[in-house]
């Protein structure tokens, strides 16, 4: 950014707010000065007296003159410290939307990392799920596996005892249902 000058002191005396409104009281002191010395001159006012325009018309020419330069010269002071003060505005109000477009940007990084965290953590838990999935079918399996060899065991043991051979036919009537059952189960595991 560039630097302002630095204004003379003088300068900066002469264009101030003080001055322009000294100028402006000077003139306004000068209005009523000008008209009480110039009524009490040459008697202008007088109530007995008929009005003369041409006194009035130089009266009102010296207020425009003295008094009008006064204040027009106190106008410009002041169309110019209105100036300067605006365009130091113009500099404050670039710094801010500096500052905001920084800040902006700053934001835009921070959600971008987040973005990139939420893909990551939704991938953990894409993840994380899947292998629950197979631990849970897993279990399913081995439980099915277990169930197998008590059947055979069963089995095994009712063939080594001596029993009715009609409870036996029995009971391998119900351990074939209950196998046919199991194989539905695997076969719904391996569908899955």
Known sequence: MSQTKKRPKLF???FSEGVAVSLLLIGAILVLLLIFLYSYKSGIFSWSDQIDANRIT???DAIGG???SLWS???VILFFLALENQ???FKLNKKAVDQQIRTLELQTNEFR??????ERAATAQEN???QLKLQFDLMRRNSIIDKYATLARVNSDLAKLETNKAIQKEYKIICKKYIDKLETVKDQIKDE
Not at 113 to 118: H, I, L, S
């Open 12 to 14: 900066e005396l002469v």
């Open 58 to 60: 130089s009266l009102a």
């Open 66 to 68: 003295i008094v009008g």
């Open 73 to 75: 010269l106190s106008g």
């Open 87 to 89: 365009k130091e505005n």
């Open 113 to 118: 990392e987040q973005r990139v965290e939420f």
């Open 128 to 130: 994380s799920e899947k």
